[in-house]
């Protein structure tokens, strides 16, 4: 059973910095597409980023570029969103999804089989 698991969330001042991971269980990131979501109140959610797992093709949304970048390890079987510079319209709730139907990376929350449980990110101004 495929489990795809994110921590790292939390509290932070505007400015600060944190570290997403999605970590999978019963599943490998190798040759896979993973991608992270985030949705915040009474919004729809959006695409952050994605990443190819095999040769690291990586997309980051324009919103967070220079600020949020995308990683893997796979040896660990765990992708990372690193977010710095963090603003208080970055809080949301921050989903990762792997395994797309079609081609990576992609921003099109349909394409991806399956979810994680999300990780909550709040920035205070």
């Known amino acids: 059973q495929v489990q795809l698991v994110e921590s790292g969330g939390g509290s932070v001042q505007a400015g600060g910095s944190l570290r997403l991971s999605c970590a999978a269980s019963g599943y490998t990131y190798s040759r896979k597409c993973v991608g992270w979501f985030r949705q915040a109140p009474g919004k729809e959610r959006e695409a952050v980023a994605s990443?190819?797992?095999?040769?690291?093709?990586?997309y980051v949304a324009g919103s967070v570029r220079g600020r949020f970048t995308i990683s893997r390890d796979n040896a660990k079987n765990t992708v990372y969103l690193q977010m710095t510079s963090l603003k208080p319209e970055d809080t949301a709730m921050y989903y990762c999804?792997?395994?797309?139907?079609?081609?990576?990376?992609?921003?099109?929350?349909?394409?991806?089989?399956?979810w994680g449980q999300g990780t909550q990110v709040t920035v205070s101004s």
């Open positions: 999804a792997a395994d797309s139907r079609g081609g990576c990376p992609t921003i099109s929350e349909y394409d991806y089989k399956n």
């Open positions: 990443i190819y797992t095999s040769n690291s093709s990586v």
